[in-house]
């Protein structure tokens, strides 16, 4: 399904067959609507029970549906909103994939960590390589929020949404995140090493 937000149209894919209809897939607005729902159709393609997706209209979707997209409108018109209750359809993934999503998550709003942050706070120390490749294929972006992860200097790195690091600065923006004067697109302080310094640090 395809919803209005303040960035454009933002397609979303659903398991209805799923005990919590969990999220499959977010497509970020390309340069048409069309083009949008194009992208999800490719994400249920690669899904491997892309055959049991129901898509169906928002109004007629159910209550954790219509609250997930609500949300997700709410955060891309600037609200301050918690998206980490969305249930993600995770079928197939591999532990540390798993680990290094959940981490994201737990990344505030409207600031950044590295990869190498993100590869500790998954319990992966020497795992930046990675966590770069897990969020190069994030079928989740904004819900699980690859744009708040940078490179070690703080370089807004490439961004696999449509529109790129533009889009990536655009998301960040929205948080109330502001760049240091610089010649860089963003830039943030490197972090000491210890992983109690993250600020989202690993669930306990």
């Not at 979707?61 to 909103?81: C, F, T």
């Not at 994939?97 to 998550?105: C, F, M, P």
């Not at 990869?115 to 795992?127: F, I, T």
């Amino acid at each position: 399904m395809s919803i209005s937000t303040a960035i454009g149209p933002v397609g979303l894919l659903f398991d209805a067959t799923s005990e919590g209809t969990p999220l499959l897939g977010v497509a970020l607005p390309a340069q048409t609507e069309a083009a949008t729902v194009k992208h999800l159709g490719a994400i249920a393609r690669r899904h491997s029970r892309g055959a049991a997706l129901e898509r169906q209209e928002l109004a007629e979707a159910p209550p954790s549906v219509q609250e997930a997209a609500r949300l997700i409108q709410a955060h891309l018109a600037g609200e301050d909103v918690d998206l980490s209750g969305i249930a993600l359809d995770e079928h197939g993934m591999t532990p540390f994939r798993r680990e290094v999503y959940a981490a994201a998550r737990r990344i505030p709003r409207g600031t950044l960590a590295t990869y190498a942050e993100l590869g500790k706070a998954a319990g992966s120390p020497n795992g930046a390589r990675a966590v770069g490749r897990a969020m190069a294929t994030n079928p989740w972006p904004l819900v699980v929020p690859c744009h708040r992860v940078v490179g070690s200097e703080g370089d807004l790195t490439g961004f696999s949404a449509p529109g790129g690091t533009r889009t990536k600065a655009e998301l960040l923006r929205i948080e109330g995140y502001v760049p240091p004067a610089s010649s860089r697109p963003a830039q943030t302080p490197k972090p000491p090493d210890a992983q109690a310094s993250l600020p989202f640090g690993s669930e306990e």
